[in-house]
């Protein structure tokens, strides 16, 4: 039977990082069920007193990231009297940076957000994902950094819009069957280009829910695992033919697959450099 608690995250920032920190920790805990409370672009007394009053009304765990000293003591002596933990994230990290580089943090809220030029690379990328999503205008696919490969519903999407985040400009492009692989694909030069693919059974399931989904519920080809196998093996066949690394997604979340492909990816790079 799960147990139920309340969860406060309090940050000066989108509260992106201490939302990640807590869920990371959270899925370790499988009988615990936490109501998340997220408090984000806290910098002011007045803006942290609504927080003491609702972690009051319902006192739970908290975890933090505040930079400010006086809203961090505040916020400490709280937790304190209310007998609740009270967690700051990033101080053993920011503690060890610091003294492994002999000097201490700029102090910036949200400096991750900032306007720069990664934040401005990450909007290009972002944008050319979405006018390279599903084998759309392969006629400029060698301007992408990667190229995902592979049949339907094998997590080509979900992982070039990750990887667009981290400011790669990621194209995919699906294989059908009956239709030709684009020459624009085969000939690419620039982009590193990687094969993904999935157990049968698994893209059965997969693409059932998807038809769910549309309320469509003919059997075809799409879901006859006789054809999907088919549909993987071919697909195995390009990428060995190609000489394109593959990675299985069948156990693999979006954040894993695209760990391993920026694995491979800088490697390639400081092979080329």
Do not use: C
């Given at each position: 039977m799960s147990r139920t608690y309340h969860l406060h995250l309090v940050s000066d920032s989108t509260g992106e990082t201490v939302g990640v920190v807590a869920r990371a920790a959270l899925v370790q805990f499988?009988?615990?069920k936490a109501i998340e409370h997220l408090w984000s672009t806290v910098r002011t007394e007045r803006q942290l007193e609504r927080?003491?009053?609702?972690?009051?009304a319902e006192?739970?765990?908290v975890m933090f990231t505040l930079l400010s000293p006086l809203l961090r003591a505040r916020l400490r002596n709280a937790c304190e009297k209310l007998e609740v933990p009270c967690i700051a994230v990033l101080d053993p990290v920011?503690?060890?940076?610091?003294?492994?580089?002999?000097?201490?943090?700029?102090?910036?809220p949200g400096g991750q957000h900032a306007l720069d030029s990664d934040y401005y690379q990450r909007i290009d990328?972002?944008?050319?994902?979405?006018?390279?999503?599903?084998?759309?205008?392969?006629?400029?696919?060698?301007?992408?950094?990667i190229v995902l490969v592979g049949v339907s519903r094998t997590s080509k999407t979900p992982t070039c819009i990750y990887l667009a985040?981290?400011?790669?400009?990621?194209?995919?492009v699906p294989l059908v069957p009956g239709c030709p692989t684009p020459d624009e694909l085969l000939n690419a030069t620039k982009p590193f280009i990687v094969g993904l693919t999935n157990d049968p059974q698994r893209l059965v399931q997969i693409r059932r829910n998807r038809l769910r989904l549309i309320?469509?519920?003919?059997?075809?080809?799409?879901?006859?695992?006789?054809?999907?196998?088919?549909?993987?093996?071919?697909?195995?066949?390009?990428?060995?033919?190609?000489?394109?690394?593959?990675?299985?997604?069948?156990?693999r979340s979006?954040?894993?697959?695209?760990?391993?492909?920026?694995?491979?990816?800088?490697?390639?790079?400081?092979?080329?450099?």
């Open positions: 499988e009988d615990v927080v003491l009053s609702a972690i009051e006192p739970g765990i920011l503690g060890s940076l610091a003294m492994y580089f002999g000097t201490e943090g700029s102090g910036q990328a972002m944008n050319f994902v979405l006018r390279h999503d599903d084998g759309q205008a392969t006629r400029d696919l060698n301007q992408a950094d985040n981290r400011g790669i400009k990621a194209a995919n309320e469509e519920n003919a059997e075809t080809e799409y879901v006859d695992i006789g054809a999907v196998r088919s549909e993987v093996d071919q697909a195995k066949r390009l990428f060995e033919e190609q000489g394109w690394p593959v990675i299985d997604v069948t156990r979006i954040e894993e697959t695209a760990a391993a492909i920026m694995q491979l990816y800088n490697e390639r790079r400081r092979r080329i450099e």
